[in-house]
């Protein structure tokens, strides 16, 4: 008889059982794999949802404090930091709170402005997130010491122990 020595029919034959052994194994690969990719696109959305948020909320608290800084009165540096503020933040916060705090508004004194931002996460619901997260930032600006500051109208003086002139 001519043909393949049986010593090595007999190794052949073993993988060729594993081989049919395997069939259907990509099919579990993919049913545990693309899920897990899925799950790994949410969290990373999120957190370009999360990080994109939180600087955005930054950016307008500093953009309130100067602008703050740069009005004549404490009033109109109030209006200001929310016009500021709300044009920085326009859509994108469910829930928007500005807090100006004009106490030190004199020349070199400085103006604060605290800016907390409600973020719906409704969307990148499928990963467990809560319903909305909150980012709060506060910024500090200076007002020039050569800065003309107005006259208070409600009190009647400047609102500075300084020269005037």
Same mark, same amino acid.
């Given at each position: 008889?001519?043909?393949?020595?049986?010593?090595?029919?007999?190794?052949?034959?073993?993988?060729?059982?594993?081989?049919?052994?395997?069939?259907?194994?990509?099919?579990?690969?993919?049913?545990?794999?693309?899920?897990?990719?899925?799950?790994?696109?949410?969290?990373?959305?999120?957190?370009?949802?999360?990080?994109?948020?939180?600087?955005? $909320? =930054?950016?307008?608290?500093?953009? &309130?404090?100067?602008?703050?800084?740069?009005?004549?009165?404490?009033?109109?540096?109030?209006? &200001?930091?929310?016009?500021?503020?709300?044009? =920085?933040? &326009?859509?994108?916060?469910?829930?928007?709170?500005?807090? $100006?705090?004009?106490?030190?508004?004199?020349?070199?004194?400085?103006?604060?402005?605290?800016?907390?931002?409600? !973020?719906?996460?409704?969307?990148?619901?499928?990963?467990?997130?809560?319903?909305?997260?909150?980012?709060?930032?506060?910024?500090?600006?200076?007002?020039? !010491?050569?800065?003309?500051?107005?006259?208070?109208?409600?009190?009647?003086?400047?609102?500075?122990?300084?020269?005037?002139?």
């Amino acid at each position: 008889m001519t043909g393949v020595p049986l010593t090595t029919r007999a190794a052949a034959t073993p993988a060729r059982r594993r081989l049919r052994g395997d069939r259907g194994t990509v099919a579990v690969e993919l049913a545990i794999g693309v899920p897990m990719l899925v799950l790994v696109v949410l969290i990373a959305a999120a957190a370009f949802v999360m990080g994109r948020a939180n600087l955005d $909320v =930054n950016a307008a608290a500093g953009a &309130a404090a100067r602008a703050a800084s740069l009005a004549r009165s404490a009033t109109t540096a109030t209006s &200001a930091a929310v016009s500021a503020a709300t044009a =920085n933040l &326009a859509d994108r916060c469910a829930g928007l709170t500005i807090d $100006v705090d004009t106490g030190g508004f004199r020349r070199g004194g400085q103006v604060r402005v605290t800016v907390s931002c409600t !973020v719906t996460t409704r969307g990148l619901t499928g990963i467990g997130l809560p319903g909305s997260t909150t980012f709060t930032a506060t910024a500090t600006s200076p007002i020039d !010491v050569f800065r003309h500051i107005a006259l208070d109208t409600a009190s009647g003086t400047y609102p500075e122990d300084t020269d005037h002139a």
